[in-house]
């Protein structure tokens, strides 16, 4: 039951930060394993899937050690999983979530594409405080928990990270209602 439950978000959050879906599935396989074996020491503190997400972190953080050193990997566009509506960047602009097409398409390939770079422009603690919130849905106080500092640091972060993100994103020529195309008034 806790494996159908909390898979897809783990190996969520696994791809995130290996970056390899091969990598992904062994490190959430060995915090299945893991869980399972540690169950008896769940104190029930937290949400289990607060817990989980410690665990299958963990493990990713020792992968990463463990790889050599400049070893990368390329984010692939059709790895990416389906976010719910009203995540990510349907959240940006809901009407962009009708449109069609291949001009739709691209346009959503390249606004991720400048999400996903100013999310990276982050510092490491203001960008692991975002993608737990806004990407996993965890609360200020899970977030509290998981990362263990005040709910007050963690709402801080979370401001910084928004306002550095839009920052970015108007560089870009990105507004909360979409896209500014040059010459074009934005009402």
């Known amino acids: 039951m806790l ?15 290996m970056g390899d879906e ?12 893991k869980a399972y074996r540690s169950l008896d020491r769940f104190e029930g503190r937290s949400s289990f899937y607060t817990w989980f997400y410690r665990v299958v972190m963990n493990l990713c953080i020792d992968a990463k050690r463990r790889q050599p050193p400049g070893r990368t990997v390329d984010w692939d566009e059709s ?8 995540t990510g960047l349907d959240a940006v602009d809901p009407a962009r979530q009708q449109e069609g097409g291949p001009a739709g398409d691209l ?17 490491d603690d203001a ?13 200020y106080s899970e977030i509290a928990k998981l990362l263990g500092i005040p709910k007050g640091t963690v709402m801080s972060r979370l401001h910084y990270a928004r306002r550095r993100v839009r920052a970015l994103l108007a560089e870009h ?12 008034e934005v009402s």
Do not use: H
Not at 79 to 86: D, F, H, I, Q, T
Not at 107 to 123: D, K, V
Not at 173 to 184: K, M, R, W, Y
């Open 107 to 123: 346009e959503r390939a390249e606004l991720r594409e400048i999400l996903q770079r100013a999310i990276e422009a982050l510092p």
């Open 173 to 184: 020529g990105v507004n909360e209602s979409g896209v500014d195309e040059p010459g074009e």
């Open 79 to 86: 790895n990416a999983l389906e976010a719910p509506v009203g």
């Open 127 to 139: 960008r692991q405080t975002l993608v737990l919130r806004e990407v996993d849905g965890l609360s």
């Open 3 to 17: 494996v159908e439950r909390y898979q897809g978000r783990a190996f969520g959050l696994a791809l995130r930060v």
């Open 22 to 33: 091969e990598q992904a599935r062994d490190v959430v396989q060995d915090a299945f394993l």
